[in-house]
């Protein structure tokens, strides 16, 4: 059979082993493996998972260039678990030039280490949904907190939004 795309961007016509190495990634499993439970790290599984939300707008501008849209902390079962961290949150950019928005993600408070940095840009006035996620490896089992941030990244920006429409916070401890 030879290998079509609909209408729909629907593959047809590959076989088992059809596609090339290294091609298919955890974004690619299907819905009813994770749903059944079987969901798991290249090397362990998911221990346990904590969550937090929040709906009062916060705002970086120029009275307060830096701020923390949420944070959640975990405790790992063992020094060798690392923490996976969801974040997301529907952002507006306001610009008087360019409107840019970035933050950081932090293991520990706002001033802690970053872990991972994100940011978004453009010319005009905008609302962009963002969801940075990163992989870290605290080797603790203490109490870890994970921050996510919202910063005012130029002049040009009169100020940047985390909406009051929601955002959170995800974690995972995977275990080996």
């Known amino acids: 059979m030879p290998i079509a795309i609909n209408g729909s961007g629907t593959i047809t016509g590959l076989s088992v082993g059809g596609l090339p190495d290294g091609i298919v990634d955890n974004d690619m499993i299907a819905n ?3 749903a059944s439970g079987k969901l798991a790290a290249a090397t362990g599984k998911i221990l346990q998972v904590v969550h937090n939300s929040g709906s009062s707008t916060k705002t970086a501008d120029a009275s307060t ?16 678990s690392k923490i996976l961290v969801f ?22 408070d706002i001033s ?17 949904f963002i969801s940075p996620f990163v992989m870290d490896e605290p080797n603790t089992t203490s109490s870890t907190q994970y921050t996510w941030t ?8 009169t100020h940047n939004k985390a909406l009051s429409t929601g955002y959170s916070i995800l974690l995972m401890e995977i275990g080996a």
Do not use: F, M
């Not at 919202?150 to 920006?157: A, E, L």
């Open 87 to 108: 974040c997301n949150a529907i952002i507006e950019s306001s610009p008087s030039s360019n409107a840019y928005a970035g933050g950081y993600i932090k293991r520990g």
């Open 32 to 34: 009813s493996t994770i």
């Open 112 to 128: 802690g280490t970053t872990i991972k940095t994100w940011a978004l840009g453009q010319s005009a006035y905008h609302e962009s």
């Open 65 to 80: 260039d830096h701020v923390e849209i949420i944070n959640a902390s975990i405790t790992p079962a063992a020094t060798s």
């Open 150 to 157: 919202i910063s005012k990244w130029s002049s040009g920006t």
